[in-house]
């Protein structure tokens, strides 16, 4: 390990010398995960990794972050089949008190100003994503969230 950062909540620890061709681990972060958690951790050998939807539930909830890698680990893990959108959405609510369908279809329009896409799946990614066919998920998505607010009459 070469160092770690602490930023608020969260824990990066960088990585060098890992010897894997061509995705080597530079990275790692942990971040502080506050109830409810919707699955217990899943146990590999001696290390716990959060469970799929424990992810896909906090993917949706993170609208203080604009990365790539939230929107793409979602966008796999929907296209996966594992989850869908419309069941994940009830537990984000429960999740964090406040958001709504509106706010998730605000954070999913942001895709289409998303910074280093290319460069991020080019240094990180294993699973190749389309950008527009990831861009184009979110915009879908997007409308459908808004599509649930119709619009005020003006009387």
């Known amino acids: 390990m070469e160092r770690a950062e ?19 681990l530079r990275k790692i972060e942990l971040i502080f995960d ?19 939807l424990r992810i896909a539930v906090n993917k949706l909830t993170i609208n203080t972050r604009f990365e790539p890698k939230d929107y793409l680990d ?6 996966s089949g594992a989850y869908r959108l419309e069941d994940l959405i009830p537990l984000a609510k429960q999740k964090l008190v406040g958001i709504d369908e509106w706010t998730i279809a ?7 100003r998303l910074p280093n896409l290319t460069a ?10 389309e950008p527009d066919e990831l861009v184009r998920f979110y915009q879908e998505w997007a409308a459908r969230l808004f599509a649930l607010f119709p619009p005020r009459r003006q009387d």
């Open 6 to 24: 602490r930023m608020g909540e969260m824990i990066r620890y960088f990585f060098s010398g890992d010897t894997h061709p061509e995705h080597p």
């Open 34 to 52: 506050t109830p409810p958690y919707f699955a217990p951790p899943r146990r590999f050998e001696n290390i716990f990794v959060d469970d799929l």
């Open 120 to 129: 991020f799946q080019t240094d990180y990614m294993i699973t190749p994503v």
């Open 74 to 79: 979602l966008y796999l893990i929907i296209r």
């Open 106 to 112: 605000i954070q999913f329009k942001q895709v289409e």
